[in-house]
């Protein structure tokens, strides 16, 4: 052998005993992604549809589920955050955001977003929807997607009452409800209902504050520091809503027990005419249904508010962002996993599957389902209209102080005056605490 | 007399239409399909009867492992509850050493502390050891809650044995550790056997720790399973009732075996001197 | 008692007998402490705010917030009434089905195994069967009431106080007495007959015999039930939370539940530390009649 080819061999064989020294870092990393639409029929295929993608595209990644019930959601993550583990890679709707931050439990992505082109990269995103993720600058988390609270119609059950168009005043709406609320077999008990109303915690706080909100009123004040609970427009819409289940008896019954897979429930199965939803569940209620045939026979209108209202807000935002553990042990894997999820093509598969706006503008602008989508179109120009819940760490508090004075007028242990005023006073309270 | 007899049939009956009427409807609901089971009124029997929703949560849902998984954590807790409790048992009922008191109302307190106030100490403790996500884990907590009761009813049970047979047996030369295995362990074998049973149901009924301790889909038990299919996206409710059924099939197995014992057992632990 | 019986001539019997003690003790002590003692004793820590915080420093802040807070007023009333309630169901309902099944019947096993039956479903599922039961759409209670009493109107068997709380007893009653029953039908095995004929030879008639031989026989075992389950009721959280979840409103939430939303649902644990603290106080002063009884006993 010449020196030349044995120098060669020597240098190679160097080179494969330096990779193969090197070869365990570039070794199989597993990510823990955890989330509650796991749990779901429909976004669970989604979700595990476009990480098969990710692994195809990053074959040292392999992905672990671990679905969580929404309800359990904040007890198992905090009970394993607070001791230093959890999953690398989790989603949060907008209530316990603030929470997270503060206990220190998310990563700040500042830095990789950096990497992206920091501004710009993050210019894509609708600024209003950053503030939930955004603390002291720095950004913590990236929203997937995101839907206001629309007011959502069967459109045979209006017709077949003699109700042209959705309402647009809570006078309307409160008649409409009337009218569809009746027995559908002759001599049976009622069986079909106006409208619902999610009492349970699990999706309270979106729907009944685009009621408060429509009626003009809200929780706190905008800089939360006081509540806003005393207000004339409060006294209003709590008063309505109690009236509605008391007197026009509208609502299905058990109404307090009602959550918001059993509001979703109700409409599929044609017992409820109306209610307040987000994007996401026509996909959800047609998979409840198949017979119903949610697609068409659904559609969404905004909020009512009363006549000569010229406030801007009058729904809520429900997003869904994605968050990476401070305490992951594969940072960079973890960043480029919520990278996949934020891209514009993973956007795009995300709203065919699950009917929901995305957080990034250009998506919603640019892609053509999106813009010939009778939903999307009727929710778009509501996303100017909607505003987030009270960021604050103690807005889960808060918001179960007015849930249970609700549910006490409701069942009569308060009047609604003082059930109202009640929750005012330990709204309050709270809000003094340290 | 005769009377009687028909007043005590007729209390039986209502005993028993009062305890089944549950599992009736958990059986008939489990058995309806999807649309049924939400109809209103409901119907009383099912209109049409199918097993989807069990076929659903044995196939698809991954309930053998769960099923497996209880199984396997609810028997290691018993087991090593009762062993660790006998020996315990034994040291309280046959020995008067100083601080047996204090010891004794430690056990009693230890069953008033709320499993919710335990939970994230433990689990940090866990994580210390590296014993996260792992059934040992799981099981050595839910030994806490099995102990204490395991100790004080093994108690009461030696306590009904005469020390007599303790001396007799010590004085054929048989030292403290053989005395309770040989001689007074099969004394009470039906209270060893009322308290493993209990130990075991114990373990299996919970739901709290298992959900903050196990992650990993492959160890969940059959109770977080359940509490799986509750989410805010699925209350179908054949499906749940369904999932119970299978769940409390083995408690209702384990007793139907039992009941003689369970009985027995409770009774000598309540002959006192 | 006699254990100097037999002298053991070469060491001090009895300080060789109390170290065994202690030894035969010391594994399942060990592991209490361990599993237990260093959660425990963490928690406590927290609710003074010395523990797994930002800025320990010694504090009866919790505490205070206890005094002031109505909500904790309320859940501690309610669970004043629901253990009350409860526990009072299981010795009445037990001891009336515990006399039953001490009789001679025909198919005493079968009567036996359906009598415990109830105990056999955990208590977070047994809620969610009631839970089902007892809905005003879906549910068997409200169906029953609709096709054969001619109501017309489903009731809201949850929405309101009285009847949520009524809910949740019954349910509670139902899932848990057999175990009462059970040690009351011991207690009554126990029952020497010799007493009951004495009984009969002196004309006693049956209410007599039930009253001045079974109730004062039982009376041990009715106290060590009564605190057992006056223990395990106070602590008692998974059916609340899937039959009631607390409500309507408060109505039915106890402290144990307060105790879950604070720490979970509030991201407050000091408090929730505080609350359960509270809770456990509460039950050892309830507890040591208990433990005076049966060191009588079995001393």
């Given at each position: 052998?010449?020196?030349?080819?044995?120098?060669?061999?020597?240098?190679?064989?160097?080179?494969?005993?330096?990779?193969?020294l090197?070869?365990?870092?570039?070794a199989q990393?597993?990510?823990?992604?955890?989330d509650?639409?796991?749990?779901?029929n429909?976004?669970?295929?989604s979700?595990?549809?476009?990480?098969?993608?990710?692994?195809?595209?990053?074959?040292?990644?392999?992905?672990?589920?671990?679905?969580?019930?929404?309800?359990?959601?904040?007890t198992?993550?905090?009970?394993?955050?607070?001791?230093?583990?959890?999953?690398?890679v989790?989603?949060?709707?907008?209530?316990p955001i603030?929470?997270y931050?503060?206990?220190?439990?998310?990563?700040?992505?500042?830095?990789?977003?950096?990497?992206e082109?920091?501004?710009?990269?993050?210019?894509?995103?609708?600024?209003s929807?950053?503030?939930p993720?955004?603390e002291?600058?720095?950004v913590?988390?990236?929203?997937?997607?995101?839907?206001p609270?629309?007011?959502?119609y069967?459109?045979?059950?209006?017709?077949?009452?003699?109700?042209?168009?959705?309402?647009k005043?809570w006078?309307?709406?409160?008649?409409?409800?009337k009218?569809?609320?009746?027995?559908?077999?002759?001599?049976?008990?009622?069986?079909?209902?106006?409208?619902?109303?999610?009492?349970?915690?699990?999706?309270?706080d979106?729907?009944?504050?685009?009621?408060?909100?429509?009626?003009?009123?809200d929780?706190?004040?905008?800089?939360?520091?006081?509540?806003l609970l005393d207000?004339?427009?409060a006294?209003?819409?709590?008063?309505?809503?109690?009236?509605?289940?008391?007197?026009?008896?509208?609502?299905?019954?058990?109404?307090?027990?009602?959550?918001?897979?059993?509001?979703?429930?109700?409409?599929?199965?044609?017992?409820?005419?109306?209610a307040?939803?987000?994007?996401?569940?026509?996909?959800?209620?047609?998979?409840?249904?198949?017979?119903l045939?949610?697609?068409?026979?659904?559609?969404?209108?905004?909020?009512?508010?009363?006549?000569?209202?010229?406030?801007?807000?009058r729904?809520t935002?429900?997003m869904?962002?994605?968050f990476?553990?401070?305490?992951?042990?594969?940072?960079?894997q973890?960043?480029k996993l919520?990278?996949?999820?934020m891209?514009?093509?993973?956007?795009?598969?995300?709203?065919?599957?699950?009917?929901?706006?995305?957080?990034?503008?250009?998506?919603?602008?640019?892609?053509?389902?999106?813009?010939?989508?009778?939903?999307?179109?009727?929710?778009?120009?509501?996303?100017?209209?909607?505003?987030?819940?009270?960021?604050?760490?103690?807005?889960?508090?808060?918001?179960?102080?007015?849930?249970?004075?609700?549910?006490?007028?409701?069942?009569?242990?308060?009047?609604?005056?003082?059930?109202?005023?009640?929750?005012?006073?330990?709204?309050?309270?709270?809000l003094?605490?340290? | 007399?005769?009377?009687?007899?028909?007043?005590?049939?007729?209390?039986?009956?209502v005993?028993?239409?009062?305890?089944?009427l549950?599992?009736?409807?958990?059986i008939t609901?489990?058995?309806?399909?999807?649309m049924?089971?939400?109809?209103?009124?409901?119907?009383?029997?099912?209109?049409?009867?199918?097993?989807?929703?069990?076929a659903?949560?044995?196939?698809?849902a991954?309930?053998?492992?769960?099923?497996?998984?209880?199984?396997?954590?609810?028997?290691?807790t018993?087991?090593?509850?009762?062993?660790f409790?006998?020996?315990?048992a034994?040291?309280?009922?046959?020995?008067?050493?100083?601080?047996?008191?204090?010891?004794?109302?430690?056990f009693?307190?230890?069953?008033?502390?709320?499993?919710?106030?335990?939970?994230?100490?433990?689990?940090?403790l866990?994580?210390?050891?590296?014993?996260?996500?792992?059934r040992?884990?799981?099981?050595?907590?839910?030994?806490?809650?099995t102990?204490?009761?395991?100790?004080?009813?093994?108690?009461?049970?030696m306590?009904?044995?005469?020390?007599e047979?303790?001396?007799?047996?010590?004085?054929?030369?048989?030292?403290?550790?053989?005395c309770?295995?040989l001689?007074?362990?099969p004394?009470?074998?039906?209270?060893?056997?009322?308290?493993?049973?209990?130990?075991?149901?114990?373990?299996w009924?919970?739901?709290?720790w298992?959900?903050?301790?196990?992650?990993?889909?492959?160890?969940?038990?059959?109770?977080?399973?359940?509490t799986?299919l509750?989410?805010?996206?699925r209350?179908?409710?054949?499906?749940?009732?369904?999932?119970?059924?299978?769940?409390?099939?083995?408690p209702?197995?384990?007793?139907?075996?039992?009941?003689?014992?369970?009985?027995?057992g409770?009774?000598?632990?309540?002959?006192?001197? | 008692?006699?254990?100097?019986?037999?002298?053991?001539h070469?060491?001090?019997?009895?300080?060789?007998?109390d170290?065994?003690?202690?030894?035969f003790?010391?594994?399942?002590?060990?592991?209490?402490?361990?599993?237990?003692?260093?959660?425990a004793?963490?928690?406590?820590?927290?609710?003074?705010?010395?523990?797994?915080?930002?800025?320990?420093?010694?504090?009866?802040?919790?505490?205070?917030?206890?005094?002031d807070?109505?909500?904790?007023?309320?859940?501690?009333w309610?669970t004043?009434?629901?253990v009350?309630?409860?526990?009072s169901?299981?010795?009445?309902?037990?001891l009336?089905?515990?006399?039953?099944?001490?009789?001679?019947?025909?198919?005493?096993w079968?009567?036996?195994?359906?009598?415990?039956?109830?105990?056999?479903?955990?208590?977070?599922f047994?809620?969610?069967?009631?839970?089902?039961?007892?809905?005003?759409?879906?549910?068997?209670i409200?169906?029953?009431l609709?096709?054969f009493?001619?109501?017309?109107?489903?009731?809201?068997?949850?929405g309101?106080?009285?009847l949520?709380?009524?809910?949740?007893?019954?349910?509670?009653?139902w899932?848990?007495?057999p175990?009462i029953?059970?040690?009351?039908?011991?207690g009554?095995?126990?029952?020497?007959?010799?007493?009951?004929?004495?009984?009969q030879?002196?004309?006693?008639?049956?209410?007599?015999s039930?009253?001045?031989?079974?109730?004062p026989n039982?009376?041990?075992m009715?106290?060590?039930?009564?605190?057992?389950?006056?223990?395990?009721?106070?602590?008692?959280?998974?059916?609340?939370?899937?039959?009631?979840?607390?409500?309507?409103?408060?109505?039915?939430?106890?402290?144990?539940?307060?105790?879950?939303?604070?720490?979970?649902?509030?991201?407050?644990?000091?408090?929730?530390?505080?609350?359960a603290?509270?809770?456990?106080?509460?039950?050892?002063?309830l507890?040591?009649?208990?433990l005076?009884?049966?060191?009588?006993?079995?001393?």
């Amino acid at each position: 052998m010449s020196n030349r080819s044995r120098v060669l061999h020597l240098l190679s064989a160097l080179v494969l005993g330096l990779v193969t020294l090197a070869g365990p870092a570039s070794a199989q990393v597993t990510l823990v992604y955890s989330d509650w639409q796991l749990a779901e029929n429909v976004w669970n295929r989604s979700l595990r549809e476009a990480f098969a993608e990710f692994e195809k595209a990053n074959p040292d990644i392999k992905i672990k589920y671990e679905p969580v019930a929404l309800g359990q959601r904040d007890t198992r993550y905090s009970t394993a955050l607070r001791a230093g583990k959890g999953p690398d890679v989790f989603a949060l709707d907008a209530n316990p955001i603030k929470q997270y931050i503060k206990e220190g439990w998310v990563m700040d992505l500042t830095p990789f977003i950096a990497k992206e082109g920091g501004q710009q990269y993050l210019a894509d995103w609708y600024p209003s929807l950053l503030g939930p993720v955004t603390e002291g600058g720095k950004v913590y988390g990236l929203p997937k997607n995101v839907s206001p609270i629309m007011l959502t119609y069967n459109k045979e059950l209006l017709t077949a009452a003699g109700i042209a168009a959705p309402p647009k005043t809570w006078a309307e709406f409160r008649e409409a409800a009337k009218k569809m609320t009746k027995a559908t077999k002759d001599g049976g008990p009622v069986d079909q209902w106006g409208t619902l109303l999610v009492l349970a915690p699990a999706g309270f706080d979106l729907r009944f504050s685009v009621v408060l909100r429509g009626f003009g009123g809200d929780f706190l004040s905008p800089d939360n520091t006081k509540s806003l609970l005393d207000s004339p427009e409060a006294k209003a819409a709590f008063n309505y809503v109690i009236e509605m289940i008391q007197n026009d008896r509208s609502l299905p019954p058990g109404v307090s027990q009602i959550d918001a897979q059993g509001g979703r429930t109700l409409v599929a199965n044609r017992k409820v005419a109306m209610a307040f939803e987000g994007l996401f569940t026509v996909p959800i209620i047609a998979d409840i249904n198949p017979q119903l045939d949610a697609w068409k026979v659904l559609e969404m209108a905004p909020v009512p508010q009363n006549p000569g209202s010229e406030k801007q807000i009058r729904s809520t935002y429900y997003m869904k962002s994605i968050f990476m553990n401070s305490k992951s042990e594969h940072p960079e894997q973890a960043w480029k996993l919520i990278k996949f999820m934020m891209e514009k093509k993973q956007m795009e598969k995300w709203f065919v599957d699950n009917n929901l706006l995305s957080g990034r503008k250009s998506v919603n602008d640019t892609f053509k389902p999106i813009l010939e989508n009778k939903f999307t179109n009727a929710a778009r120009p509501e996303i100017e209209r909607a505003a987030f819940l009270p960021q604050i760490p103690k807005w889960p508090e808060i918001m179960e102080t007015v849930r249970q004075a609700l549910q006490a007028a409701i069942a009569k242990s308060k009047t609604p005056e003082q059930a109202l005023a009640d929750a005012h006073k330990a709204v309050e309270a709270i809000l003094a605490r340290p | 007399m005769r009377r009687l007899s028909l007043h005590v049939y007729a209390g039986l009956l209502v005993m028993v239409t009062f305890n089944l009427l549950p599992f009736y409807w958990m059986i008939t609901s489990s058995l309806k399909n999807n649309m049924e089971v939400t109809s209103f009124p409901a119907t009383l029997w099912p209109q049409q009867l199918t097993g989807e929703a069990y076929a659903e949560i044995w196939l698809n849902a991954g309930f053998p492992t769960y099923f497996v998984n209880s199984l396997i954590v609810s028997v290691s807790t018993a087991v090593l509850s009762v062993g660790f409790g006998t020996l315990a048992a034994y040291g309280f009922s046959r020995f008067r050493f100083r601080g047996r008191l204090v010891l004794m109302s430690i056990f009693l307190a230890s069953q008033m502390i709320p499993g919710v106030l335990l939970i994230v100490p433990y689990f940090k403790l866990l994580t210390i050891i590296g014993l996260f996500d792992t059934r040992i884990g799981l099981i050595l907590a839910l030994t806490t809650i099995t102990l204490p009761f395991s100790v004080w009813m093994l108690k009461g049970y030696m306590d009904s044995v005469p020390i007599e047979i303790d001396q007799a047996a010590m004085i054929d030369g048989a030292s403290r550790l053989q005395c309770m295995r040989l001689v007074i362990l099969p004394n009470i074998l039906p209270g060893v056997v009322a308290t493993t049973t209990f130990a075991f149901l114990l373990s299996w009924g919970d739901v709290l720790w298992a959900l903050c301790l196990i992650s990993d889909e492959a160890k969940l038990t059959i109770t977080l399973g359940i509490t799986r299919l509750i989410g805010q996206f699925r209350v179908v409710w054949s499906q749940t009732m369904a999932a119970i059924v299978i769940a409390s099939v083995v408690p209702a197995v384990l007793y139907l075996l039992m009941q003689r014992y369970l009985i027995q057992g409770a009774v000598s632990s309540s002959v006192k001197e | 008692m006699s254990d100097r019986a037999n002298g053991d001539h070469k060491v001090n019997w009895t300080e060789r007998e109390d170290v065994k003690g202690v030894l035969f003790v010391l594994p399942a002590l060990l592991l209490l402490i361990a599993v237990l003692g260093f959660p425990a004793v963490g928690a406590v820590l927290q609710s003074f705010n010395l523990l797994w915080t930002d800025k320990p420093s010694f504090t009866f802040a919790a505490y205070r917030q206890l005094v002031d807070d109505p909500a904790f007023a309320r859940a501690a009333w309610n669970t004043l009434l629901f253990v009350i309630a409860t526990v009072s169901f299981h010795l009445l309902i037990g001891l009336l089905v515990a006399m039953l099944l001490n009789l001679e019947v025909r198919l005493k096993w079968l009567f036996r195994v359906i009598a415990l039956l109830p105990w056999t479903v955990p208590d977070v599922f047994a809620g969610l069967v009631w839970r089902f039961m007892v809905d005003p759409l879906a549910g068997f209670i409200n169906s029953v009431l609709i096709t054969f009493a001619g109501q017309t109107e489903p009731v809201d068997w949850l929405g309101t106080s009285t009847l949520a709380f009524g809910c949740l007893i019954l349910a509670e009653g139902w899932r848990a007495y057999p175990f009462i029953m059970l040690i009351l039908l011991a207690g009554l095995q126990a029952i020497p007959p010799q007493q009951y004929e004495a009984a009969q030879l002196d004309g006693a008639t049956a209410w007599q015999s039930f009253r001045f031989v079974t109730l004062p026989n039982l009376k041990t075992m009715f106290v060590i039930a009564a605190v057992l389950d006056t223990i395990w009721e106070c602590r008692l959280f998974g059916m609340v939370f899937s039959l009631t979840g607390g409500g309507p409103g408060d109505a039915t939430q106890v402290l144990s539940l307060l105790t879950y939303r604070q720490n979970f649902e509030f991201f407050n644990p000091a408090y929730s530390a505080a609350i359960a603290v509270a809770l456990a106080a509460a039950m050892l002063a309830l507890s040591v009649p208990y433990l005076r009884l049966t060191m009588k006993q079995t001393v």
